[in-house]
């Protein structure tokens, strides 16, 4: 039987795993991390990672230990079939208005690593290899069997299960959920190579949009490259990878001598499905990452995803283990996250097939639209930042005129303070957030120190100078006087006066009740 001592599980040691894990441990809760490999697996998979996500890096306390690297990235190619730019989308380098470059080029066995090596630090975590999980037992109680990696069985007891465990998962069929499927199925061949010497190449991403074989080359970081070709129906796999046609497919980019001389990484097939599951939480056992969804990578938003739902789950657990919020607040883990997955999955779609769809009688109408509109003047500049907001909810007030902002990622920008500039996250920690423009009044300041509420006054910020992140100057654009922000970074509920940051407090009650934001307190 479950008990109050017992530990959360989680099922699956890759990053969004490890990551919840971290995030766990920061708010006081002990996990059991269970991998079935015995060792990290070392081949590069996912190379790109965006400013939103660099910020729950800084949450799990590995940004600064990251970073030197990561390799920010400079926007993307549209390159036609003679290899001729048809247009760039460019983004600037520097760090943006969550604190970070808008884009990072890394290796994921880098990363791994790194979080890896923060979790060994850890006592509250307990990773587990060479443990394959056999069962989920029960639900509300839920507890875990394991063949551990001398092949004996063994169970533990789980005050939650959190399935990591990728697009296969077995938490996921234990919980007998289904995947709704986009019917997108295409086979690509993924190739990752190390030279001694840099490539005389733009830096940034280039899509190159040829009916006759799309394909994808990256400059991931130092001297490692990667290139992904589709590959049409019927083809002849050995044929693809016969040094022969590895050398035709690379020649654009790579001379014979550099090729020789350079080591080839990774040579695999992968399938680029499209897919996201009906449930992701059946009471106390939830799906994570690959496990609720699959993305094409499109938009380079697959890993990022799954970053993105723990970060989103993990405070919310953590509210619920420690008697903060009642159980119902685990409902809005899936009525927030499966929208907002499932819009980035489309968006992905969209945006395949305006690059590299339409093998045959479309793609030529489609490669004609796509130059056309690439000439229309600024359509190469609205290449947008950030991911869509969260619908509304009972931890998301109703957006409006003039409550835009909620559902939104609050911007960080880098502030002055007496040990040096810093990031604002660090400065306010895995809390509950009211910014305000100006200070408190007596009654609303003590009304607060009776919360958990974390409060920052924008006017008395002195943010390092930025065109993309001030808190102010978001407020002011938005008419905004206070914004109340969840631990995520998420903008709950907005006040346009003052007088409306009692209406914030409300709002933050009834989080702590669920009652249903609108309904008197």
């Not at 939103?52 to 400079?74: H, S, Y």
């Not at 999980?133 to 063994?154: H, I, K, L």
Request: glycine share 8%; charged share 25%.
């Amino acid at each position: 039987m479950t008990t109050a001592s017992d530990p959360v599980v989680v099922v699956g040691a890759g990053p969004v795993g490890i990551a919840c894990a971290l995030l766990l441990a920061r708010r006081g809760i002990a996990t059991v991390v269970l991998e079935r490999h015995r060792e990290p697996y070392a081949l590069p998979r996912g190379v790109h990672l965006d400013d939103e996500v660099f910020r729950i890096l800084q949450a799990l306390g590995v940004d600064e230990k990251f970073a030197p690297m990561t390799r920010p990235m400079p926007g993307m190619r549209l390159i036609d079939g003679r290899r001729r730019v048809m247009a760039e989308f460019t983004r600037d380098t520097a760090d943006g208005r969550n604190g970070f470059p808008p884009d990072s080029m890394f290796d994921q066995p880098d990363l791994e690593g790194v979080l890896l090596a923060e979790a060994a630090t850890v006592d509250l975590i307990d990773l587990r290899r060479g443990c394959e999980v056999t069962e989920v037992v029960g639900r509300q109680r839920p507890a875990v069997r394991y063949d551990d990696a001398n092949g004996a069985s063994q169970v533990v007891d789980a005050a939650a299960v959190i399935g990591c465990d990728g697009a296969n998962s077995l938490v996921r069929e234990q919980l007998g959920i289904t995947m709704r499927d986009f019917d997108f199925d295409e086979q690509w061949l993924v190739i990752d190579v190390l030279t001694t010497k840099p490539l005389d190449v733009w830096s940034g991403v280039h899509q190159i949009c040829d009916p006759s074989r799309a394909a994808t080359f990256m400059p991931v970081t130092g001297n490692r490259y990667r290139w992904e070709f589709r590959v049409h129906d019927g083809e002849d796999l050995e044929n693809l990878t016969s040094e022969a046609t590895l050398r035709k497919l690379l020649e654009p980019w790579m001379t014979a001598a550099e090729l020789d001389n350079s080591e080839i990484l990774r040579q695999a097939f992968y399938i680029f499905r499209a897919r996201v599951a009906h449930t992701w939480r059946v009471e106390r056992v939830f799906l994570a990452g690959d496990a609720a969804h699959q993305t094409p990578p499109f938009v380079g938003q697959g890993l990022g995803s799954g970053f993105r739902d723990v970060f989103n789950l993990a405070w919310k657990l953590a509210d619920v283990l420690d008697g903060i919020a009642p159980e119902s607040v685990l409902d809005t883990y899936e009525s927030e996250r499966k929208p907002h997955a499932t819009r980035i999955i489309l968006m992905a779609l969209a945006v395949g097939w305006a690059l590299t769809g339409g093998q045959g009688r479309l793609a030529a109408p489609r490669r004609l639209l796509l130059a056309a509109v690439c000439r229309i003047p600024g359509v190469t500049n609205a290449m947008p930042e950030g991911t869509p907001p969260l619908g509304h909810g009972p931890l998301v007030e109703r957006r409006g005129r003039r409550k835009r902002l909620n559902g939104s990622i609050f911007p960080q920008p880098w502030v002055r303070t007496l040990d040096g500039a810093r990031r604002l996250d660090d400065l306010v920690g895995s809390r509950y957030t009211l910014f305000t423009r100006g200070p408190l009044t007596r009654d609303i300041a003590t009304r607060l120190a009776g919360t958990d509420i974390a409060h920052i006054d924008v006017d008395a910020l002195r943010c390092v100078p930025s065109t993309s992140s001030s808190p102010l100057a978001l407020l002011r654009k938005h008419h905004a006087h206070a914004v109340l922000v969840r631990p995520d970074r998420v903008i709950m509920a907005t006040a346009v006066t003052q007088a409306g940051i009692t209406y914030l407090l409300c709002t933050y009650q009834r989080a702590q009740r669920m009652t249903p934001i609108g309904v008197a307190v």
